[in-house]
């Protein structure tokens, strides 16, 4: 009885915090909240910082750094992106490891019972 109490106690609510740190790993490792805090800002650049030098260079860096937070912008939605999916796929993959953990004790008593009644699979 202790492995059960356990295995529906202690065991699961590990298996619970283990799947919300890999998915908080994973949401790391695409930086998700940074991207999107960051999301219009510069990307890459260089040489387009504050001018004080004639209108035509103000004006060529303003233009230099609306272009910059554009790709900016169209490199982190992407990145979001491929995040969001790569998140989405590992909850259903995790959900299916939770229902799994959840039943898996059940399997010997199932299987004791078609045994007591004498089912057998047809490919056997």
Known sequence: M????????????????????R???????????????TLFAPFRQISAGSVNGPVGAQLRAFFDKT?????????????????LIVMAVQVLVEAIVLVIWV??????IAGL????????????
Request: charged fraction near 10%; proline fraction near 4%.
């Open 67 to 83: 272009i910059s937070r554009f790709i900016g912008a169209i490199v982190r939605s992407f990145t979001i992106l491929a995040g």
């Open 2 to 21: 202790g492995i059960i109490s356990w295995w529906y106690g202690r065991g699961l609510q590990g298996q619970i915090g283990r799947i919300r740190d």
């Open 103 to 108: 039943v898996l004790p059940l399997f010997p």
């Open 23 to 37: 998915l908080t790993a994973t949401a790391g490792y695409f930086s998700i909240g940074q991207l999107l805090s």
């Open 113 to 124: 019972i078609l045994f007591v009644i004498g089912w057998v699979p047809r490919w056997i």
